[in-house]
């Protein structure tokens, strides 16, 4: 297949091709970054994870349209507000389902499976409801779109940048929280032992509260950032709830390294093996090799060492 | 539908073990009432046959029951099972369908119509064993539990359990799906295996073969209710369970653990694949849609709405949440989403023993009081006070 | 809960109940009679085989998704649907009895769509079906169709390879569709070599073998890549750099749904200018637009037989009257119109034939004409396919389209191409 070409061109190709699969894992990164820390953190299986992330993109829908029709000067940066919104509405969707439904089950992780799939069931028909049944577009500043001449052959997406700009700024953040903070701290020691956690004072159910909603906060973002490479409807958000799944368990659970890890893998494997087959067979390849590896080392690329 | 859940008390004691209780015996003589003398009077038809359709989930519910209930091991992936005996069945109707006079107007007549769209001119090796009837039933429930051993080997050998099991099984579940739609030139693809019409020269099609199908599926039912009621009574069910609570122990007794995880899982596919010949039989096409995630997650839901723990509730959770689908579907197209995720969440929360446990905890104490007044000397009900075991995790 | 399980049960199940319930709804009906009664032929001659017709009301079931992924291109069909449906009420109904509409969710899931099927045919008693839209939905609910002698009629442009007693299809077939869109950019842009991606199922498999037939057999240029990826896959960054690197005159493509706003939002921020690549479409109408945005897919040809900004007298009836009843920001696409046109078609078969039965009302079908339709003017085929023209329009910012080209003359529809297969 590349016999036609100059070293050139191919090289030039291979370059942007690696770029494609670095876009990939941002994207990845980001899916999986709020569900590393529910899933990963708090053991809760939330199925409806990919309608936090949708709502997130809806509220980015929702400022392009305010910002295009009463702030048009401030068209240009819509973006971060977008991005901070989508963040605080998904982050107190989450608080008030984690008061309402999940509180009731830590004790039983698999029911949570069930009760957020139920959820996850409604918000699709709200968002339905809300929106109508059609995808919406979402409008990007014109600073956004397009691409970056680097070399005469090679282009580099601007919002592909973007996102892997927002995808190092939220995982810096998220590390900073969770491994230097006060906050982080409580977060940790109510993971490894919630008894004893409460028995030195942390509030434990506020702890699990807002690690909760800073899951799906995250999503949020992720969802808003998403609004430029992918398409917003009431259905979206199934389209990357097994694949984020994936990236968590394939990691291990409760490593946020281990995510990153395992994002980079399944994202570069992906990116290669689609350039060289076709689409359908990357994706079944890869998604085999996950499960082949798993079996191999079920408990996932990296893993906490602690005693239980 | 007057009494619709019987419990199963799970009494560990040894020697008070019969077979059945006569509160179960009471419970089967229900179900089987309803299913095979009072649907079928009261309901016409289309009905029927809907109701039909919907006891081949409770196939899939009854192996979730043993798989889930009493093993502990939760499997998003059951689609996978009920699909591939579907599948099974579907290309033994869709070879008998494309005879050589039916498919004249193919440039190759003689193979399914959707090999011939895709330039395929020789069947392919796979399908040549369905050619037989007896082979085929044979494959039906062979296939899928040979898949099933595999995967559960691979996975109880090395001790992947708990969540880490059910996701993956559902990745299993993404992949197949993939696959066959990617493969249409070989499996139909995502329109399936559709227009099938006769089982060795019988047409399955016609209202009459239809009333049969949907005895045969009851009886069938009924019969795995009975090795499920087998398997949870002999030793081998206490096994299960006391593996679900404490597995390391069971181990340290000296017991392969992996072994009888795996003879779970085998049976609970083995009980989805019945229920997916039935489906195909009786709804007359395979399409991959069964395959996927979704109609796995919903039918661990139908599970959880009957109980987890009790056999006859999972027949009954998977009647309820279908009627309620397609009664919301039906009287309000736009919303029933709604009501279909509030139940799973009312279910979850406020009952996690599903209409099992509603039976058990409100319904049969009050019966009981009311029966001991009645005739105070001998109550008929259970004896109560046996520790019921915890959910299963 | 128990309790609402009995409920339910027999809800469902008491035929009386159900019978009452259809009393009921004949009261306000019996009301209206007057109006135009007195010119409807009597039921008994009109309808011989038990269907849903009274002596003021027929009734007409639509069965379309309107939750899951399909609810993003079934709501257009639907309204269309409903809208016909109003017109011709408003004008007097069928044989002078008005239309009921009996609407059903297929849910985006076929084995629902063949329930639904059964049940408006079994239990409503429909004299006819507008619905389905993806090809698994149509084959899923026709033999159901074909084992009740029901009637369906089916709006999307499809395959092909099909044709049946019990289905009149009014979108295109593949061939409609294709053949002369590639005859025009080959001769109008000079193709020499064409690259394809679609979604990975039936409908764009089919099309593009069709396509490649043609441009390799009839237009003597090569295809440089095919490529399919997942329903519902969201990133295309590996193949729009194997775009880069064999760079085809022509990028063909037939991606669908969630995929197709992906897509185009990556092409555009990977630098390929459509007003400089040539990229035709078989897959996008002002529907999908709405979410994909114009300015991300500005520039890119669509082959299809109707445009919302077609300008004819007809359309320019149609698309206000649309917009009325549906919302001044509601778009119409190509299968939104061929939707529109089931209604009308059968209204004009069932009052030649003069009878509601299936069988007649099939049997007045071909030759039939319609001259109002928005498209322009299509006639009914023997094979059940519409004739019809095509047409190539560009892609604006503002999520219209600028026709380009029109076939001069009507296209006969050819289900079964020879030489294609």
């Not at chain 2, 199963?8 to 059945?20: A, E, G, W, Y």
């Not at chain 2, 889930?68 to 502990?72: H, K, L, M, R, S």
């Not at chain 3, 239990?123 to 004299?127: E, G, M, Q, S, V």
């Not at chain 3, 037989?305 to 004819?312: E, I, R, W």
């Given at each position: 297949m590349f016999g036609d070409y100059s070293i050139g061109d191919l090289s030039s190709i291979f370059v942007m091709q690696g770029f494609a699969g670095l876009i990939l894992f941002s994207v990845y990164v980001l899916m999986a970054l709020g569900l590393a820390i529910i899933?990963?953190?708090?053991?809760v299986i939330n199925m409806a994870h990919g309608e936090f992330m949708i709502l997130g993109a809806y509220v980015t829908y929702l400022c392009s349209s305010f910002f295009q029709s009463h702030l048009p000067s401030l068209f240009p940066i819509y973006f971060f507000v977008a991005m901070g919104l989508a963040f605080l509405a998904s982050g107190a969707m989450g608080m008030l389902v984690e008061w309402g439904l999940i509180r009731h089950l830590y004790k039983r992780p698999l029911d949570t499976l069930l009760a957020t799939w139920g959820l996850s069931l409604i918000l699709q028909q709200a968002y339905r409801s809300i929106f109508g049944p059609r995808e919406v577009g979402v409008e990007l500043p014109s600073w956004m779109m397009g691409s970056v001449q680097v070399t005469d052959t090679i282009e580099v997406q601007i919002n592909g940048l973007f996102v892997m700009g927002v995808t190092i700024v939220i995982t810096l953040g998220v590390a900073a929280l969770i491994f230097y903070s006060r906050f982080g701290q409580q977060i940790r020691a109510v993971m490894s032992n919630r008894t004893m956690a409460g028995a030195v004072g942390i509030d434990t159910e506020r702890v699990d509260r807002l690690t909760f909603g800073l899951g799906c906060g995250i999503a949020g973002i992720a969802g808003s950032a998403f609004t430029m490479i992918g398409s917003t409807g009431p259905t979206s958000g199934q389209l990357y709830i097994v694949d984020t799944f994936l990236i968590v368990v394939f990691g291990g659970a409760a490593s946020l390294l281990g995510t990153i890890a395992s994002a980079f893998s399944i994202s570069q494997t992906q990116s290669t093996l689609e350039f060289f087959l076709s689409g359908s067979m990357a994706k079944v390849l890869t998604l085999l090799a996950v499960v082949a590896i798993l079996m191999l080392r079920p408990q996932g690329l990296f893993t906490l060492k602690v005693r239980r | 539908m007057t009494n619709p859940v019987q419990t199963?008390?799970?009494?560990?004691?040894?020697?008070?073990?019969?077979?059945?209780k006569p509160v179960e015996w009471l419970s089967l003589l229900l179900l089987a009432g309803v299913i095979l003398v009072v649907l079928p009077l009261a309901l016409d038809a289309f009905r029927l046959n809907l109701v039909g359709k919907y006891l081949t989930y409770a196939f899939v519910a009854l192996g979730l029951v043993i798989c889930?209930?009493?093993?502990?091991i939760l499997s998003l992936g059951q689609g996978v099972f009920f699909g591939l005996g579907g599948y099974c069945m579907a290309m033994y109707l869709k070879l008998e369908a494309s005879s050589v006079e039916n498919t004249k107007i193919q440039s190759t007549p003689g193979i399914p119509d959707f090999m011939d769209w895709n330039q395929i001119t020789a069947l392919p090796w796979f399908w040549t064993p369905f050619k037989s009837l007896p082979l085929t039933l044979l494959l039906v429930i062979a296939v899928p539990v040979a898949f099933a051993f595999i995967i559960s080997v691979a996975m109880f050998k090395r001790r992947v359990g708990g969540t880490y099991f059910a996701i993956i099984t559902q990745a299993i579940a993404a992949i197949l799906t993939i696959l066959i739609v990617g493969q249409q030139g070989f499996?139909?693809?995502?329109?399936?295996?559709?227009?099938l019409r006769t089982l060795n020269g019988w047409d399955i099609r016609t209202d009459h073969a239809k009333f049969i199908l949907y005895f045969v599926n009851g009886g069938l039912l009924i019969g795995c209710i009975l090795l499920a009621q087998y398997v949870k009574k002999s030793k081998l069910g206490r096994i299960l369970v006391a593996m679900r609570d404490k597995e390391d122990r069971v181990r340290f007794s000296g017991y392969s653990v992996a072994g009888f995880k795996v003879f779970a899982f085998c049976l609970a596919a083995a009980f989805a694949a019945i229920g997916g010949a039935m489906f195909t039989l009786q709804v007359g096409f395979m399409s991959p849609s069964f395959v996927g995630i979704v109609p796995s997650i919903e039918m661990v839901i139908y599970a959880a709405v009957g109980g987890r723990l009790s056999l006859f509730g999972a027949v009954w959770g998977t009647l309820l949440v279908n009627f309620a689908k397609t009664s919301f579907s039906e009287s309000f197209p736009d919303l029933w989403l709604f009501g279909l995720g509030a139940l799973f969440i009312a279910v979850v929360l406020a009952f996690p023993n599903g209409l099992a446990g509603i039976w058990r905890e409100h319904i049969e104490p009050r019966l009981t009081r009311r029966a001991k007044s009645l005739r105070p000397p001998e109550p008929i009900a259970v004896p109560r006070g046996v520790p019921h075991g915890a959910p299963a995790e | 809960m128990a309790k609402d399980t009995r409920d339910t049960e027999t809800g469902l199940g008491s035929p009386l109940r159900r019978k009452l319930l259809m009393g009921l709804a004949g009261v306000p009906a019996l009301a209206m009679m007057p109006r135009g009664a007195f010119a409807a032929p009597p039921t008994s001659a009109v309808n011989t085989t038990g269907l849903a017709v009274t002596d003021t009301e027929v009734t007409v079931g639509i069965l379309h998704s309107a939750t899951g992924t399909m609810a993003i291109s079934e709501t257009g069909s639907i309204q269309a649907e409903k809208l016909a449906i109003e017109q011709i009420n408003a004008a007097g109904g069928v044989l002078g009895r008005k239309i009921k509409i009996i609407q059903e969710d297929g849910a985006s899931d076929w084995p629902t769509f063949a329930e639904k099927a059964k049940k408006l045919l079994v239990?409503?008693?429909?004299?006819s079906v507008m619905g389905c839209w993806t090809s698994a939905s149509r084959k899923a609910a026709l033999p159901v169709f074909e084992q009740y002698n029901g009637l369906l009629y089916y709006p999307t442009f499809y395959e092909g390879l099909e044709q049946s007693k019990n289905v009149i299809y009014t979108g295109q077939e593949a061939t409609q569709q294709i053949l002369e869109s590639l005859n025009w950019v080959a001769k109008e842009k000079g193709a020499k070599s064409f690259f394809m991606i679609g979604s990975d199922y039936i409908w764009p498999r089919t099309s593009n073998k069709i396509a490649r037939k043609h441009i390799e057999n009839v237009l003597k240029t090569k295809v440089v890549g095919e490529e399919y990826f997942p329903l519902g896959h969201t990133q295309f960054n590996s193949v729009i750099n194997k775009l880069k690197l064999t760079k085809p005159d022509v990028i063909f493509t037939d991606v669908v749904g969630g995929s197709n706003v992906a897509f185009y939002k990556q092409l555009k921020a990977a630098g390929i200018d459509l007003s400089k690549q040539t990229l035709l479409t078989i897959s996008v109408t002002e529907d999908e637009i709405d979410g994909i945005g114009g300015e991300n897919i500005a520039g890119a040809y669509s082959c299809m037989?109707?445009?919302?900004?077609?300008?004819?007298p007809n359309n320019e009836k149609f698309v206000p009257a649309f917009k009325k009843m549906w919302g001044e920001k509601t778009v119409i696409g190509d299968v939104t119109q061929a939707a529109y046109l089931g209604p009308f078609l059968w209204k004009m078969a069932v009052e030649k034939a003069g009878s509601f039965d299936v069988d007649k009302v099939v049997a007045a079908s071909p030759g039939l004409e319609f001259k109002e339709a928005p498209e322009g003017y299509v006639k009914i085929h023997p094979n059940h396919h519409l004739w019809s023209k095509t047409r190539v329009a560009r892609a604006k910012t503002d999520g219209q389209f600028e026709v380009v080209y029109e076939s001069p003359e009507l296209i006969e529809p050819n289900p079964f191409p020879k030489g294609y297969q």
């Open positions: 899933f990963g953190q708090m053991g | 199963l008390s799970k009494s560990l004691t040894v020697n008070d073990n019969p077979f059945m889930w209930g009493y093993a502990g499996t139909g693809g995502i329109n399936g295996i559709t227009d | 239990n409503d008693k429909c004299a037989k109707y445009f919302q900004s077609l300008k004819n």
